[in-house]
């Protein structure tokens, strides 16, 4: 035990510095974490060992896994569903060309240039075609933008491309068996009947009982998860329908939501973003810059011509273009879920299994800095005090008064 909470400390710390460093470079805390995550492993393996920061410790893996489930969570449920309804074409159409041009031409790269096999070509163009719900949703928090249509229309683009990703992945590699039926089953069943069971737990017990909104919600994504891993799939995607779903109740009730968000970014996305960069092997990639530069250019190269002129038919601004198809461009979650699964699999040999990653996580650091840094569009962002989008009182109720921290002044 004392290993575990010297490990928890020293992780914690890491934590605290990149949140230092974030607020002094103006930068997403998410990609400092990542950033500081690479030089902790690094440094950690050179002069003391492999597995010294304890990355693959079973407690930690699951503190990360948690806070990457629950932080898709709350993009799911910053959707909402007015917005949605408006924005289905720009949603759906940037989803699917964010997808499709780094799928194609990702496994290009690797099966022309590289002289990777079909599989393995292919298992690039999956892990490559994703945008980073995680990274786009934290960077959201921090401007703001997840309480405008821009932002969320942002959010639900990176849902559709995504999507892509996971029904790519299941139809090229995963084995169709009785256990995806029974996830698929059994998932939707739970997600039809969550709100009306969310709602009714919350009536009846939201403001007597403490925090059983949290533990309710909790309690369906990690079974959920636990099915979705049973069944060869991966825990983060119900759990951002689940959110979805709960859109409108969060929509409500901005109080719980900013007290699950406290609760998300404040003890366990650390954890999984410090992690991310921890698994990168640094003498990997740099003893191969060419085939990571071909790589990390083939991602965001296709990202940028398939996606610019498709998010210019919707939004006329240069700032609001540039912005939009950059985050577009990261990759994260979903990128590593699927490299994990390709050499887990025997689909991509090690080697190649650390330029992907690699390559995914400088997808989630390159292009945010350069939008964050040259193209926020600062009209479209609202003053704190308002972040949020203006609605009726019958869609959306008033935000209550909270702490500087985001947490509530009072219990549910």
């Known amino acids: 035990m004392t290993e575990t909470f010297t490990l928890a400390a020293l992780w914690l710390a890491l934590a605290v510095v990149s949140t230092i460093i974030a607020n002094h470079l103006k930068m997403s805390m998410a990609l400092v974490e990542i950033c500081v995550g690479i030089a902790a492993g690094f ?39 007015v917005v949605l309804r408006a924005k289905w074409k720009e949603v759906t159409v940037v989803g699917l060309f964010s997808f499709a041009a780094p799928f194609l031409g990702c496994a290009a790269i690797a099966y022309y240039l590289m002289g990777w096999d079909p599989q393995a070509s292919w298992l690039a163009g999956v892990a490559l075609s994703t945008t980073s719900m995680a990274v786009v949703y934290a960077v959201m928090l921090e401007t703001r933008f997840n309480r405008t249509e821009y ?58 009982t403490a925090a059983i909104r949290a533990k309710w919600v909790l309690l369906v994504l990690f079974g ?52 991310a960069g921890s698994l990168v092997s640094l003498p990997v990639v740099v003893g191969g810059p060419l085939v990571f530069l071909l790589l990390l250019g083939g991602k965001v190269a296709s990202k940028i011509f398939g996606l610019y002129p498709v998010i210019s038919q919707f939004r006329k601004e240069r700032n609001e273009r540039w912005y939009y198809t950059l985050l577009m461009s990261t990759g994260l979650t979903f990128g590593t879920i699927s490299a994990i699964y390709g050499l887990s699999h025997g689909i991509v040999t090690r080697e190649q299994y650390s330029f992907l990653v690699a390559v995914v996580i400088a997808s989630a650091v390159v292009p945010t800095v350069i939008a964050t840094m040259a193209f926020v569009p600062r009209h479209l962002m609202p003053p704190p005090a308002e972040a949020q989008i203006p609605q009726p009182a019958a869609v959306c109720a008033p935000e209550l008064q909270t702490n500087g921290d985001g947490s509530g002044l009072a219990d549910e």
Do not use: N, Q
């Open 43 to 81: 440094v950690a393996e050179r002069f003391i060992g492999p597995g010294a920061l304890g990355a693959d410790a079973p407690w930690l893996r699951f503190l990360a896994a948690s806070g990457a489930v629950l932080l898709t969570f709350l993009a799911g449920a910053e959707l909402e569903p």
């Open 151 to 208: 932002g969320m229309g942002i959010l639900g683009a990176c849902f559709v491309t995504d999507l892509g990703t996971v029904i790519a992945l299941g139809l090229i590699f995963a084995p169709f068996t009785y256990k995806t039926v029974v996830f698929v089953v059994v998932s939707a069943l739970v997600i039809g009947m969550l709100p009306f069971l969310t709602r009714r737990i919350s009536r009846r017990y939201a403001h007597r």
């Open 224 to 275: 959920l998860g636990a099915l979705a891993l049973w069944s060869g799939s991966e825990a983060v995607l119900p759990a951002y329908i689940a959110g979805m779903v709960l859109a409108g109740m969060a929509c409500e009730d901005r109080l719980w939501v900013r007290r699950m968000r406290t609760l998300t970014i404040g003890f366990l996305t650390p954890f999984y973003f410090i992690r």
